[in-house]
């Protein structure tokens, strides 16, 4: 059974950086991990992919975030990161790891699990 523990989110001012973990139990390296993002009243979006190790192991981000944020995977510890630097006001959102079990992270709701969310703030 997957179960996802995101830690790592708290309040920064603008410039700021921050460090977010996903602790991934249940996985493997075929799995698609990723970080997405909810502001109030949105619908998730995608921040961060990176590719299983049996698909093409690609990473993909998303423009808004390109050059500022890192994401990296330790298949070892089954662990996610995300590495956010530059931070802006625009940045402050819930922030959720999810773990896919299509290595493009191209699956059904079933194939997929979600953390609970951990909580960016931006602001001066």
């Known amino acids: 059974e997957l179960f996802l523990v995101e830690s790592g989110g708290g309040s920064v001012q603008p410039g700021g950086s921050l460090s977010l973990s996903c602790a991934a139990s249940?996985?493997?390296?075929?799995?698609?991990l990723g970080w997405f993002r909810q502001f109030p009243g949105k619908e998730r979006e995608e921040v961060a992919l990176?590719?299983?190790?049996?698909?093409?192991?690609?990473?993909k981000y998303a423009d808004s975030v390109k050059g500022r944020f890192t994401i990296a995977r330790d298949n070892s510890k089954k662990t996610l990161t995300l590495q956010m630097n530059s931070l802006k006001v625009e940045d402050t959102a819930l922030y959720y790891c999810?773990?896919?079990?299509?290595?493009?992270?191209?699956?059904?709701?079933?194939?997929?699990?979600w953390g609970q969310g951990t909580q960016v703030t931006v602001s001066s």
């Open positions: 999810l773990a896919d079990r299509h290595g493009l992270c191209e699956g059904k709701p079933w194939d997929q699990s």
């Open positions: 990176i590719h299983g190790a049996y698909s093409d192991g690609g990473i």
């Open positions: 249940g996985i493997d390296r075929s799995y698609c």
